[in-house]
């Protein structure tokens, strides 16, 4: 597991404490995204596919510039194209970079029943460990962004790691670096939002996008990965950016309710049992053939008919 110098903060389906933490002192990282300034050139499409050696991936021609029409197994990230019509008549391309978001409260972590197969690091950042993982699929229908994809070959799961290897070295991920018009950024949560912040204003004030905002849902206690949109309030028109995502209620009721009062239960089950064994004493054994009375249960005289041929004696030849 290239985990470097970073320090695990939660582990999918570990009951116990996480080895070390608190030990090493780690800055929130983010990765910013400024849309308004993004020309679609897919350089960081490239740059993530060679930096983490994935296998080649046709493309998928559906009527746009985008290279196929969602992420997959092998394509971790990818260039939404979305043609807006405004209101007055004019076109805009609203282009998306389109990754994982490093939720602070993951719903792949929190779905996942597999030990150590999703971490989450203290700087934010959500790895899957392929050795772990199972193949259940749960962390597709915990991620309100749709990101885990299923690869039917190994039965792994897989998802961009914000290059996490590349990120505990002291480096930035590989998408940043080939970015040539400085829309992706790499820094601490602090200065990045600080930063989209900043865009944002600029837009509202001297662009005329009066709805310009800044993309970091409270709702998943903040991403990792803020985007600087045009009009905050339509997010779903970049290519279907969910206005205000939720963890499934399912999975926060299982971990936060249901399941500590099921372990309650089950500990409450054993002193219950010792004392029904106190007080009523052993259960005395069920009666077996031994113990039944005559012609109930046991086997009778059998006629000769009913008997198998007796191929040790020789046969009658009347």
């Given at each position: 597991?290239?985990?470097?110098?970073?320090?695990?903060?939660?582990?999918?389906?570990?009951?116990?404490?996480?080895?070390?933490?608190?030990?090493?002192?780690?800055?929130?990282?983010?990765?910013?995204?400024?849309?308004?300034?993004?020309?679609?050139?897919?350089?960081?499409?490239?740059?993530?596919?060679?930096?983490?050696?994935?296998?080649?991936?046709?493309?998928?021609?559906?009527?746009?510039?985008?290279?196929?029409?969602?992420?997959?197994?092998?394509?971790?990230?990818?260039?939404?194209?979305?043609?807006?019509?405004?209101?007055?008549?004019?076109?805009?391309?609203?282009?998306?970079?389109?990754?994982?978001?490093?939720?602070?409260?993951?719903?792949?972590?929190?779905?996942?029943?597999?030990?150590g197969a999703i971490v989450q690091y203290t700087n934010g950042i959500v790895d899957f460990q392929q050795e772990h993982c199972i193949g259940c699929q749960y962390c597709v229908s915990g991620c309100p962004f749709?990101?885990?994809?299923?690869?039917?070959?190994?039965?792994?799961?897989?998802?961009?790691?914000l290059c996490s290897d590349r990120v505990g070295q002291g480096l930035e991920p590989a998408c940043i670096k080939s970015c040539p018009t400085g829309c992706l950024k790499f820094g601490t949560k602090t200065d990045?939002?600080?930063?989209?912040?900043?865009?944002?204003?600029?837009?509202?004030?001297?662009?005329?996008?009066?709805?310009?905002?800044?993309?970091?849902?409270?709702?998943?206690?903040?991403?990792?990965?803020?985007?600087?949109?045009?009009?905050?309030?339509?997010?779903?028109?970049?290519?279907?950016?969910?206005?205000?995502?939720?963890?499934?209620?399912?999975?926060?009721?299982?971990?936060?309710?249901?399941?500590?009062?099921?372990?309650?239960?089950?500990?409450?089950?054993?002193?219950?049992?010792?004392?029904?064994y106190i007080t009523e004493g052993p259960k005395p054994p069920s009666p077996g053939p031994g113990n039944q009375g005559p012609g109930f249960g046991a086997p009778g005289p059998s006629s000769p008919d009913s008997?198998?041929?007796?191929?040790?004696?020789?046969?009658?030849?009347?």
């Amino acid at each position: 597991m290239p985990t470097g110098t970073l320090q695990i903060r939660a582990i999918s389906a570990h009951s116990g404490s996480v080895p070390g933490l608190g030990v090493q002192r780690e800055e929130e990282v983010c990765k910013y995204i400024d849309v308004t300034t993004c020309i679609g050139c897919k350089a960081c499409e490239v740059a993530c596919a060679e930096w983490n050696d994935m296998p080649f991936q046709p493309t998928a021609f559906d009527n746009t510039y985008q290279t196929m029409p969602a992420t997959t197994w092998s394509y971790w990230n990818l260039i939404k194209f979305n043609e807006h019509q405004r209101n007055d008549g004019t076109l805009m391309w609203l282009m998306r970079k389109d990754q994982c978001m490093h939720c602070e409260d993951p719903g792949c972590l929190r779905a996942c029943p597999a030990d150590g197969a999703i971490v989450q690091y203290t700087n934010g950042i959500v790895d899957f460990q392929q050795e772990h993982c199972i193949g259940c699929q749960y962390c597709v229908s915990g991620c309100p962004f749709d990101i885990p994809k299923f690869n039917s070959a190994t039965k792994k799961m897989y998802k961009c790691t914000l290059c996490s290897d590349r990120v505990g070295q002291g480096l930035e991920p590989a998408c940043i670096k080939s970015c040539p018009t400085g829309c992706l950024k790499f820094g601490t949560k602090t200065d990045m939002r600080a930063l989209a912040d900043a865009r944002a204003r600029q837009l509202r004030e001297h662009s005329g996008f009066a709805n310009a905002g800044v993309y970091d849902p409270p709702s998943v206690g903040g991403t990792h990965v803020v985007y600087v949109l045009h009009d905050l309030t339509q997010p779903e028109l970049y290519g279907g950016l969910p206005a205000k995502p939720t963890i499934p209620a399912t999975y926060t009721v299982w971990k936060r309710a249901a399941k500590p009062i099921g372990l309650l239960l089950a500990l409450l089950a054993a002193p219950v049992a010792f004392f029904h064994y106190i007080t009523e004493g052993p259960k005395p054994p069920s009666p077996g053939p031994g113990n039944q009375g005559p012609g109930f249960g046991a086997p009778g005289p059998s006629s000769p008919d009913s008997q198998g041929p007796n191929f040790g004696e020789p046969r009658d030849p009347r």
